[in-house]
């Protein structure tokens, strides 16, 4: 993870950019918290652009302290699916924060698409 400010190198695609907003919204009611477990950060519906509804389902794991360049940070692990357009989607990340601010320095995820979802009647 580089501590130096730099632009995207691309555009963040729909379901990327829904995913990092819940992760925005919902981790930040979990800092301070002492976690020994992963606990769920809940289920969240978005809409993409092109009008599809999406369903995301995030947990994080206990955190990590340690230091930002030379502030003090907790990393959360994230793992979690989404579910979009009839497929499944499996999502894992980090998410660092500011101890002091709550402010992120940084987020990354990485979501692959386990492809159909198939329901049994």
Do not use: N
Request: proline share 4%; hydrophobic share 45%.
């Amino acid at each position: 993870m580089s501590e130096a400010w730099h632009p995207i190198a691309r555009e963040t695609d729909p379901l990327t950019a829904a995913v990092l907003d819940v992760i925005r919204e919902r981790v930040s009611t979990v800092i301070g918290k002492d976690m020994t477990v992963p606990m769920s950060l809940g289920e969240a519906r978005a809409i993409l652009p092109d009008g599809s509804d999406t369903v995301i389902a995030l947990s994080v794991a206990p955190a990590q302290r340690g230091r930002f360049g030379k502030r003090a940070a907790l990393t959360y692990d994230l793992r979690g699916q989404a579910a979009c357009r009839g497929h499944g989607f499996a999502i894992i990340g980090r998410a660092t924060i500011d101890l002091k601010t709550q402010a992120f320095y940084d987020i990354s995820v990485d979501i692959a698409d386990l492809g159909g979802i198939r329901r049994d009647s």
